[in-house]
């Protein structure tokens, strides 16, 4: 898939992307995918390059770009070594909801002005931190999402006033979210909470679990599971063709 990489402009300095479309002319419908703690690497390249060949221009963004040119991690050790867990946690830290929606403000008004994007509104999708990121978009910028997909989002629901099922009367976006069994960040008493709250809010929403550890859609994670990486690709491109192409 071609791939430009540029920089774009934020309230705090400027953030590496990378935008993947696919072969032929376009405009396409936009998307922006966020990664995993992990942050953007080779995987990532490629699940973006994956999703920009079902007919998306897709926006791969750096969000860790505060931390100046930090080092990738190796996803099959970090947890397992305390200096790179703590690296990894101090980062995470860093990407609070309010720096969150500043820059996708910034990341969304950059899709709007590419002659390869087509629209205003557009789609998010992310995995594990990600996931928590795409609901948080979908309720700080709603005039801008029209679809969020969520994959093994940690964090969708919890005791916190930034908690993002309170985003959810603020939605205008259709919503998937897809959570791994036996995760102690998304369970299923969090489920039928992010549930009630959105059909309380009229959102079109699909709440599902996936037979499948943390971690699940993301090759390079040692819970990766193939099968629950084929279905989350097929719940995800059904959403965007759904909410994103024109009829």
């Not at 999703?51 to 930090?70: C, I, Q």
Request: glycine share 12%; with cysteine; hydrophobic share 40%.
């Amino acid at each position: 898939m071609p791939k430009i990489t540029d920089t774009i402009t934020t309230g705090d300095g400027a953030c590496t992307v990378r935008l993947f479309t696919p072969e032929g002319g376009g405009p396409w419908p936009g998307v922006i995918m966020y990664t995993d703690a992990g942050g953007v690497r080779d995987t990532f390249d490629r699940m973006a390059a994956k999703l920009a060949g079902y007919g998306y221009a897709v926006l791969l963004p750096d969000v860790y770009y505060r931390s100046g040119g930090w080092a990738p991690f190796d996803m099959a050790t970090v947890f397992g070594d305390a200096g790179e867990r703590q690296r990894l946690f101090s980062m995470i830290g860093s990407v609070t909801p309010d720096r969150t929606a500043d820059d996708a403000d910034a990341f969304f008004a950059y899709l709007a002005g590419r002659p390869e994007v087509s629209g205003d509104r557009f789609g998010v999708c992310g995995y594990c931190m990600g996931g928590r990121t795409s609901m948080i978009v979908a309720g700080r910028l709603p005039q801008r999402v029209a679809a969020a997909a969520s994959f093994h989002g940690g964090g969708l629901v919890t005791d916190a006033a930034d908690s993002p099922h309170l985003l959810a009367d603020r939605m205008t976006a259709a919503v998937y979210v897809g959570g791994a069994e036996n995760d102690a960040s998304f369970t299923p008493a969090h489920a039928d909470q992010l549930d009630r709250a959105l059909t309380a809010a009229g959102v079109s929403h699909t709440i599902e679990f996936y037979p499948a550890a943390h971690g699940f859609a993301v090759p390079d994670n040692p819970p990766y599971d193939a099968a629950a990486d084929e279905r989350h690709w097929a719940a995800m491109t059904s959403l965007f063709d759904s909410a994103l192409r024109r009829k």
